[in-house]
């Protein structure tokens, strides 16, 4: 009862901050139109795409070349230290910010959905994160993005049939060729009957070295799925 009580005060207290602080872009300062945005249409257009979703055989596809089977991949962003992306990505995973990463999934959505060879994604996979950080985060940052590319793409599915075993250690505090090494423990595939014979799209934050989600991908074809694609928001440059 007190919890709800609480809870109450809280929405009370964040709809009285509105008043005297109303939404504005995360870059300039701008007052927002929408609610549901986190930029204003200028510093969204300043953004630095990467249009690669549309460009067969693309960097990122090279980068998971030999590691894994992919029908097509990009990211939306290019991902910089000090840049307004990075300002996105960190509202997303480390300050609650739920609208940074819609925000994120509807400029994928926007930039897929008139590309051929995307079209016939039917689900969406988000890579998921540890138990753990989980809890810690309130929720996983590539269901959210997820969200808004189905904001953008209302018949596609989202099914998070992957699953981060708890006995794994966190990725951040192994090197690069031990996080590259035990690659078909990282996940596992927890229903693999939604994926069967479906045209998959893995969805993730940020392309680093691309070890997740090649492990990501190869769990995924155990489920013999009729393709895996990917498409992360941000790749590191
Ligand atoms: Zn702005």
Not at 114 to 130: A, E
């Amino acid at each position: 009862m007190l919890l709800l009580y609480y809870h109450k005060a809280i929405g009370y207290l964040q709809a009285f901050v509105h008043l005297f602080y109303p939404h504005i872009c995360l870059e300039c300062g701008t007052e927002l139109v929408s609610s549901h945005s986190v930029l204003c249409t200028h510093c969204e257009n300043n953004l630095p795409y990467t249009d690669l979703f549309q460009i067969e055989n693309n960097r990122i596809e090279k980068v998971f070349w030999g590691r894994c089977k992919l029908s097509a991949a990009g990211a939306a962003l290019f991902f910089t230290k000090d840049t307004l992306v990075q300002t996105l990505i960190f509202e997303l995973k480390y300050k609650q910010n739920k609208k940074a990463g819609w925000f994120l999934g509807n400029i994928i959505g926007t930039s897929i959905q008139h590309v051929d060879r995307f079209k016939k994604i039917d689900t969406l996979i988000p890579i998921p994160i540890s138990r753990k950080k989980e809890r810690q985060r309130g929720f996983n940052q590539s269901l959210i993005i997820c969200e808004g590319i189905q904001a953008i793409l209302p018949t596609i599915h989202i099914a998070s049939v992957l699953r981060k075993p708890t006995s794994n250690q966190s990725q951040t505090t192994k090197g690069r060729l031990q996080r590259n090494e035990p690659i078909a423990h990282v996940f596992e595939l927890m229903d693999a009957v939604t994926v069967k014979g479906g045209h998959l799209l893995l969805v993730d934050d940020v392309i680093t070295t691309g070890a997740t989600l090649e492990a990501a991908c190869n769990c995924l074809w155990l489920g013999q799925p009729h393709s895996v694609s990917l498409a992360a928001a941000a790749y590191t440059l």
